[in-house]
């Protein structure tokens, strides 16, 4: 709460306060350069904030812009490493997930030859495959196609019904309906905006 982040001069976050209950989906906008990306870094832990705390309860699942995949793995070499840092009984879990989004097959290609999008699919299956209590998801859908998008927001509602705290971040205006809440985050501050209906 109160979380301030600058980075040399420039105060990114003025005194954040924002609260994610469970079983909510939180959309957070705001024009290019307006901090998004370092406040979601700041809420995983990732990043440090100067002034002010952030509070989390339970295991955090991040799906940052940029992928975290080697591309010289197979996605099935990815599933088993991270198996082991969850310290997870087996991939199941990841392999419905992957069904989920539509590229079930892929599991012996090296991460170097998929396309954008279902690199971004393989990055997202990351983040979510130890089921964690809360979701932090910086773009997550770039390189989507539509039927994908779709699939995307079904899953990301059904993790929300079933008790799971889900931000989002988003710069598309037709995705704001799928939000229960959605923040600006405006000169350093989070301003709640649209409620969508």
């Known amino acids: 709460m109160g979380v301030w982040k600058s980075y040399g001069t420039r105060a990114v976050l003025r005194g954040v306060d924002v609260v994610v ?3 909510c989906l939180v959309g957070v906008v705001g024009e290019n350069g307006a901090g998004k990306t370092t406040l979601l870094r700041t809420m995983v832990g990732e ?3 100067d002034r002010g705390a952030v509070h989390r309860k339970g295991e955090v699942g991040y799906s940052p812009q940029e992928t975290v995949i080697n591309p010289l793995l197979t996605v099935a070499q990815h599933l088993e490493l991270f198996q082991v840092a969850y310290r997870l009984p087996d991939v199941e879990q990841a392999l419905a997930l992957l069904e989920v989004l539509g590229c079930p097959d892929v599991l012996e290609q090296r991460a170097g030859t998929l396309s954008g999008g279902t690199r971004q699919k393989l990055n997202l299956v990351l983040a979510l495959m130890h089921q964690p209590t809360l979701l932090v998801l910086d ?4 390189g989507f196609d ?4 779709q699939r995307f927001w079904h899953l990301a509602r059904k993790l929300r019904d079933g008790g799971r705290a889900v931000v989002v971040v988003s710069h598309l205006i037709h ?5 229960d809440t959605v923040y600006e985050l405006r000169d350093g501050l989070m301003v709640e905006g649209v409620r969508p209906a």
Request: proline share 16%; no cysteine; net charge negative.
């Open 146 to 149: 539509w039927d994908t998008h």
């Open 47 to 49: 990043l440090t904030p």
């Open 175 to 179: 995705d704001l309906g799928y939000f």
């Open 139 to 142: 773009e997550p859908y770039q």
């Open 21 to 23: 209950e469970p079983g």
